[in-house]
């Protein structure tokens, strides 16, 4: 059978990239990678917490990239870009210094080192800009500087913890988040992964092809907005989203997952520039005294889909042994 030089380029190219994920894998712990998600969402109507008689619809999309490099065989350079879209229309009449419908973007880079020590021990330093806006007369003051830091150990093969904190300097002022990075793999059915608080998932594995279980992800996020009307204001959103999930393998590595579940706490308030916090931690805030300048709608069911491109961990290990 006659093969030419072109496919075994593939081949060895193809090779090179699976035994680096491969290097990954065994820093992370876990049965897979996520490298290229597309998710929409639907968020059904919703009362406001005002004299707004009408109700506010949420939707949103979000798209995000992993690209790992790897510098050695304990060094992987590692970074996500991670975009996301949220509106929240109505039919009110509201002032005109208050943005409705609301429309904000945000583009977040995580990029850094994740390196390996002995005694199965990890360290991930992550450089964390943001670009949060609404895309009118955009400039530097759209842009936030964050940053997170995790130290793990792995316990046994089926248990890795880290433990950590986020940092990013929100348009209100610093926000810190503890966190802790869990990969927990109870038994061939059970398994347990996430960073909290921020998001995790409790997953059950049907069979081969389907998983499913309970998903959260919870973010405090602010967004500037240039627009002349409220120009210098900004967008706080919050959201706690419990949701239950479902994910299919469609074929080779791409998976469809849907959620359907709560959102708690969820809220869109807008503020003038100069109204700023001491210091937000999760579920709590220090020299806060702002004033919204508008409305927000009440928590709600939600719905989403997400196309997805995950590596398999497995297959890799495997196939680094074999090499």
């Known amino acids: 059978m ?11 190219n193809k090779l090179l990239i699976t035994l680096s994920f491969a290097t990954l894998f065994n820093a992370f712990a876990q049965e897979r990678l996520d490298i290229l998600t597309l998710s929409g969402r639907y968020g059904f109507p919703s009362s406001y917490d005002s004299i707004y008689e009408g109700k506010g619809q949420e939707t949103g999309l979000m798209a995000s990239l992993v690209a790992p490099a790897q510098l050695s065989k304990k060094s992987i350079w590692y970074s996500s870009l991670n975009y996301f879209y949220w509106k929240v229309s109505n039919d009110e009449q509201m002032p005109e210094d208050v943005m409705n419908p609301v429309q904000i973007h945000g583009l977040i880079l995580r990029t850094g080192l994740i390196q390996k020590f002995e005694n199965d021990r990890t360290l991930q330093i992550l450089l964390a ?9 955009l400039n530097s003051d759209h842009f936030q500087w964050g940053g997170i830091a995790v130290y ?13 904190a986020l940092f990013n300097q929100e348009f209100f002022g610093p926000n810190l988040v503890p966190l802790v990075n869990l990969d927990w793999k109870i038994n061939e059915r059970w398994s347990v992964a996430g960073l909290l608080p921020i998001y995790s998932k409790i997953k059950y594995k049907f069979n081969d092809r389907l998983e499913g279980g309970w998903s959260h992800f919870g ?9 002349p009307d409220y120009e ?21 590595d791409f998976f469809l997952e849907g959620r359907f579940g709560y959102a708690i706490g969820r809220s869109y308030k807008q503020y003038k520039a100069d109204q700023k916090v001491d210091l937000s931690i999760p579920l709590v805030t220090f020299g806060d005294h702002r004033i919204a300048k508008t409305a927000s709608i009440h928590d709600g069911w939600i719905a989403s889909l997400r196309f997805v491109y995950s590596i398999s961990i497995e297959n890799s290990k495997k196939t680094e042994d074999q090499n």
């Open 219 to 227: 973010l405090v996020t602010t967004y500037r907005l240039g627009h």
């Open 2 to 12: 006659f093969i030419d030089k072109k496919n075994i380029d593939l081949v060895k």
């Open 232 to 252: 210098g204001d900004y967008i706080e959103r919050k959201s706690i989203d419990e949701t239950l999930y479902a994910r299919y393998k469609l074929f080779g």
């Open 152 to 164: 793990e150990k792995k316990y046994r093969e089926t248990l890795r913890i880290g433990f950590g």
């Open 129 to 137: 800009p943001r670009l949060m806006t609404d895309f009118k007369d």
